[in-house]
C-alpha cells in the first residue's frame, strides 16, 4: 500500500470500498535479514572456497543463500604462504656428515627433505652434497730421510710433524718414534701416521769423531764447522734444507786427524738447515740456524 516495511511487525490498513464500507486488512510480516560474514585465513600454496581454488593473497567474496532463503556474503582475508625451497651446496671431510632435520648423510649425493616451518608450510630443503676423499698418510725411509707420502685428499698439502716441522721430508736427529698429520687446501685431516726410526747415530764415539763445534749458530751468514777424526776414513759432509734437498756437499777423503771449515749460506733464506756428516760407522746430524 505504497509503504516500505524495515522490521517484523503487525500491520493494519484501512480503506474504504466502492460501497462506503470501511476495510481493514491486518498483515503479519517477517523480515529475514540477509547475513554477512568476515573470516581471516591462512593457507599453504592454495585455498579451496566455494569450488575455486585461489593460490595468491587477497580480499574475497561470495554472495549465496542463508538458511531463510536471503543473502548471505561471506567476505574472507585470505594469506597464502608458499612452499619455502632452498637449495645447499654442502662439502665436509671424509668420515664427517651433515644433518638436515632428523636425517644425518655422509656420502655425496643429492639429498630432498622436506620440512615444516614455523608457520606450519612445507620447507623443501635440497642438500647437494660432497663428501672429500679420504687423506692417507704414509711415512717412508728414504736414506737417512723418512717422507710423507700422501694418497687422496686435495694438493697443496701442508704437513705437522712431531718435531714441529712442516716440510714434506725431514731428517730425523734421535731414534724415536715419529709422527705426522697431514692437512690438504680444503683443510681436511688425514689420520696421525707414526713411523720408528733407529737407525740415526748421534754418538760422536760411535762415528769416530771429536769435539764437534759448530758456531755460531744461530749464525745470519757463516758457520764454522770443527772436529776431530781419530779413525782414517771417508766423510760426507751435507747441508739439507727442510725439503730434504741437498743445498752443500762436500766429500772429505781419508781424515784421520782435525777439520775445519767454513760454510757460507748468505745466499739461503732465514729457515733451519741439517747439517749432515756421514761416516763410515752411521750418520751424525745437527740443526744450523739462519736468522739474518
Known sequence: NGTTYTESGTYTFESTNDEGCTNVATLTLTINNSSTSFDEVTACDSYDWN???????????????NSNGCDSIVTIDL???????????????????????????????TYIDTLTSINGCDSVVT???????????????????????????TSPYSFEWSTGE??????????GEYWVI??????????TSFFIVDWTHTSLTENYINDLAIYPNPSIDVFNIMFNCYTKQDIDLTVNNMLGEI??????????????SS???SQYPNAVYILKLTTNNGIINRKLILEK
Open 51 to 65: 569450488g575455486i581454488t585461489y593460490t595468491e593473497s587477497g580480499t574475497f567474496s561470495w554472495v549465496g543463500l
Open 127 to 153: 642438500t647437494n652434497l660432497t663428501i672429500y676423499s679420504d687423506i692417507i698418510s704414509i711415512i717412508v725411509q728414504s736414506g737417512s730421510d723418512i717422507i710423507a707420502n700422501t694418497i687422496g685428499g
Open 263 to 265: 760454510i757460507d749460506m
Open 182 to 191: 697431514i692437512n690438504d687446501i680444503n683443510s681436511c685431516e688425514s689420520d
Open 166 to 175: 712442516t716440510s714434506e721430508t725431514i731428517t730425523p736427529l734421535n731414534n
Open 247 to 260: 743445498i752443500i756437499n762436500e766429500t772429505i777423503r781419508n781424515l784421520n786427524g782435525n777439520y775445519s
Open 79 to 109: 594469506t597464502i604462504i608458499n612452499t619455502y625451497y632452498l637449495n645447499n651446496n654442502v662439502s665436509v671431510c671424509f668420515g664427517e656428515s651433515i644433518d638436515v632435520g632428523i636425517n644425518s648423510y655422509n656420502e655425496t649425493g
